[in-house]
């Protein structure tokens, strides 16, 4: 599926890369695609972090390149502070490290969680975008790109997905555990989604491509990420289907267990054949969806449970954000892959039941909590 790196020199002129989001997986990929040098210039957005980042950069300590500090070119404390000629917006408080760069970002690469039933995250960035933008999307689940592409039909889209495991163990300071993979591909109008110019959409796709290809090209010549793979599009939304084995079978059971983890989820006779059950279901339907079956390369059900159990102590996301609080990634992992199936003729009724359960625990939850905030 992944195709042979082009060769290629140092761009001539600074290119100007923006990341939306300074989480883990946000500044390890950043770190390894800022390289002053060659005249690629990484920058951030940061939110609670931005003091720190701001003040000391970020410190990485990291499986696969030790430990270092990673300087962006600058950071922001906002997404509005980092639109280009923004002097003639409203201050920001705190101010942004260093001003945007006047020609605009070259790459606007979205690593914050997917949410689109609580924030627009294309109106977000759109005062970024410019007619040279590219956007680039590092985020789970499927379906993601729709309302870039909605919002931005002439920018060129690339969707990543990535393998990773890293964490935020305190402001401004990134453990990077084991992996570094991420995949890379172009964005069109969505598969079997009709174009209103056939020969706009293959310029756009065109031009999702070039950048791919380039982006690829930094990681690894020059970030020595060597599993940075580029893909077609079709073969990317396969990978996104895939990963939904993971994403949508271990979080949502971790928050219904209980909070379980991953592999102690599969210690359960019950949890493993319901695990299981998701998995197959996701296994029968996305060929459905995409057209063709998973390629024999990619991981079965049963090959991603012994993985699991392997790697005991993992504990998902959705059950972090569930326990701190904050709003799960409901939409991208269950709630679109059951409207997007539902699209093609196929039902998916274990996924639809977690997603019917999540999305009532969530709506209940906050409910009560105004309530309670309502008597104070």
Not at 280 to 302: H, Q
Request: aromatic share 6%.
């Amino acid at each position: 599926m992944a195709t042979t790196l082009p060769s290629s020199d140092t761009p001539a002129k600074p290119v100007h890369i923006l990341f939306v989001g300074a989480g883990a997986v946000g500044c390890f990929y950043a770190s390894r695609l800022h390289h002053p040098s060659h005249n690629i210039y990484t920058s951030l957005t940061a939110r609670s972090n931005y003091a720190a980042i701001a003040a000391s950069g970020v410190s990485l300590q990291t499986h696969s390149f030790g430990n270092y500090t990673f300087e962006p070119y600058a950071v922001f404390p906002s997404t509005s502070a980092a639109v280009p000629s923004s002097s003639a917006l409203p201050s920001t408080n705190p101010a942004p490290s260093r001003t945007p760069p006047k020609d605009g970002w070259d790459y606007i690469i979205v690593t914050t969680k997917a949410l689109p039933d609580r924030t627009d995250d294309a109106a977000l960035i759109s005062p970024l975008v410019s007619a040279k933008s590219c956007i680039v999307l590092i985020q789970n689940g499927v379906g993601v790109e729709e309302p870039y592409r909605a919002r931005f039909p002439r920018n060129p889209i690339v969707s990543a997905v990535t393998v990773i495991s890293a964490e935020q163990i305190r402001n401004g300071v990134i453990r990077q555990n084991r992996w570094t993979r991420i995949s890379l591909g172009p964005y069109g109008n969505g598969l079997g989604a009709p174009s209103s110019s056939a020969d706009e959409s293959s310029e756009v796709v065109r031009r999702g491509h070039e950048c791919m290809e380039q982006l690829a090209q930094w990681w690894t010549q020059y970030g020595g990420i060597r599993d940075a793979e580029t893909h077609t599009e079709l073969e990317l939304q396969t990978i996104r289907w895939h990963k939904l084995c993971i994403n949508a079978a271990f979080n949502p059971t971790a928050v219904l267990s209980g909070g379980r983890g991953n592999a102690d989820q599969l210690t359960n006779p019950e949890l493993r054949e319901h695990i299981t059950g998701i998995m197959r279901e996701i296994w029968d339907a996305a060929p459905k969806v995409l057209g063709k079956p998973f390629p024999e390369g990619l991981a079965t059900p049963e090959r991603i449970i012994r993985s699991t159990e392997r790697n005991a102590g993992a504990r998902p996301s959705m059950l972090l954000d569930w326990e701190a609080g904050r709003p799960m990634e409901l939409e991208v992992i269950l709630g679109n892959p059951v409207r997007i199936a539902r699209r093609a003729g196929v039902e998916m009724p274990r996924l639809q039941s977690l997603y019917a359960l999540l999305k009532s625990m969530q709506a209940v939850r906050e409910d009560r909590e105004k309530k309670e905030k309502g008597k104070l």
